[in-house]
């Protein structure tokens, strides 16, 4: 059993009402706009789609390893199927929305 617990000291208690963020408030957090994440994201995965291409035609001509290419695939596999994977969830967001009553 607890023998005993010590009360906050009061400036523990002043600090933590300081640290917790009022609705609405950001605390400084950055500003994240959603089309350059997105847009972002689709240039990251078709340049990792250009260069595992690349690695696997180089490959075949003899001028990168295969260990390379199969990575740079690999890679450009993974990236795809998260794009694939937020498009999905994107989507399905929308139709619910179209489905909510105003």
Known sequence: MISSISPLQPSAVSEAAQNT???GSTAGAPEVDFAKLMSSMATSTVSALRESEAAAIGAMNGQA???D???KIMEAERK???AVA???KV???YTE???MQI
């Open 65 to 67: 390893s295969a260990q």
């Open 91 to 93: 989507i399905s967001t």
């Open 21 to 23: 963020l009022s609705p």
């Open 97 to 99: 929305l179209t489905r």
């Open 69 to 71: 290419a199969i990575t």
């Open 80 to 82: 795809l199927q998260q």
């Open 86 to 88: 937020v498009r999905d």
